[in-house]
């Protein structure tokens, strides 16, 4: 079985591409931080991860995460190579995102959230419903 469950930080604004059969992919990077050993100072080290999301996720992620947010990922990982400017091979990993979720919470977001609407006061009464209005003395609990 081939699943991975990451938790971490975008590095940067989710990119939305269309392939050339009409599917939109939206790619991003999540950093996830590394546990630190105890007394350990200094800069945490993370790992970084390509993520695609394709179809209807992609463009959910593409319109509700940016640089920051703090997301998780579920879904298979893919190792993939690749010749750096340098000459030197690299190593990239890759999660295809079956699941994501926002972790990050509408105060916590810097690019936010549209505020939901107000509550609308109810056009009629409880008792207008068939409903009415019981005193806790009277639960039988």
């Not at 080290?45 to 997301?71: H, M, N, P, T």
């Not at 006061?121 to 003395?137: L, Q, S």
């Amino acid at each position: 079985m081939n699943k991975l469950t990451i938790i971490g930080n975008l590095t940067r604004d989710p990119e939305l591409r269309t392939t050339s059969t009409g599917v939109n992919v939206c790619s991003f990077t999540v950093a996830v931080n590394r546990r630190q050993r105890q007394g350990a100072e200094g800069q945490p080290e993370a790992d970084f991860f390509r993520v695609s999301a394709w179809r209807q996720l992609g463009e959910i992620c593409q319109k509700y995460l940016s640089k920051g947010r703090k997301v998780a990922v579920v879904g298979p990982v893919t190792v993939r190579s690749y010749t750096a400017n340098d000459g030197s091979t690299r190593f990239s990993l890759e999660v295809t995102a079956d699941d994501v979720e926002f972790l990050s919470s509408r105060s916590e977001d810097a690019a936010g959230y549209a505020p939901a609407a107000p509550a609308q006061p109810a056009a009629a009464p409880a008792a207008d419903k068939g409903f009415e209005e019981v005193d806790d003395e009277d639960l039988p609990f």
